[in-house]
């Protein structure tokens, strides 16, 4: 089953504005982290936000935290068309034999027009 | 470093066949993924390893589907027989410490 719900689940903007996508998750996790995927191809890994920190920054990505209400946001700041994909939080949480498991919300679908 | 390697690309099988997938992680990477991706469903976790151990299974929706890791450097995903429910794109992903996954490219699976 699904961990985490993404909301918007599509958005669409102009080129030079933010862009902001919402993610909720159920129970408690060691990591979160957000992904990006191009039509088509693969998921690649954006940012990862540990459970006990509450912002990150990675150059055009800001991605906030919070625990108490089992939520996560990405923002993506002064978008390019470039940046048209569909954006998906993962939550992760410490397996009893070993690593973390993670789990993949529904995605958000990011438009950019120019 | 060429990255998580899947093949094939695309797989086009009748109903019924023995459909295996294959899946070369980083080098160095201790975990390896099993994810399979359709519209309806969304990424779904099949199986996850950990030092080539099977760790957690509890994704693979039925027996006909098994999962092998021989060695650090090889893992398969196997059907049989297959059904054309069974249609998506399926993902190998892996990584060492959890921090952060490597994705293939994904199979790309019909079953006619």
């Known amino acids: 089953s699904q961990q985490g719900e993404e909301d918007p689940q599509a958005l669409s903007i102009q080129e030079g504005e933010n862009a902001t996508m919402n993610c909720s998750y159920k129970?408690?996790?060691?990591?979160l982290q957000w992904y990006r995927q191009n039509s088509g191809r693969g998921l690649v890994h954006l940012i990862l936000i540990r459970s006990n920190e509450r912002e990150k920054h990675s150059g055009r990505l800001r991605v906030t935290l919070d625990t108490s209400k089992k939520s996560s946001s990405l923002l993506i700041t002064a978008s390019r068309a470039a940046d048209t994909a569909s954006y998906f939080c993962a939550t992760a949480y410490i397996l009893t034999g070993g690593g973390n498991k993670l789990t993949f919300g529904t995605g958000t679908q990011l438009k950019v027009e120019l | 470093d060429a990255g998580v390697i899947q093949s094939p690309r695309h797989e086009v099988t009748e109903m019924g066949q023995e459909v295996t997938l294959r899946c070369k992680p980083i080098s160095g990477h201790n975990s390896l993924f099993w994810y399979r991706q359709t519209m309806m469903r969304g990424l779904e976790l099949l199986i996850y390893f950990n030092n080539n151990v099977p760790i957690d299974d509890s994704g693979m929706p039925e027996d006909r589907f098994s999962a092998k890791m021989p060695n650090a450097s090889f893992s398969t995903l196997k059907i049989q027989p297959s059904e054309p429910r069974d249609s998506a794109v399926y993902f190998c992903a892996s990584t060492v410490g959890g921090w952060g996954y490597t994705f293939g490219s994904g199979t790309r699976l019909t079953v006619v």
């Open positions: 129970t408690s996790i060691n990591n």
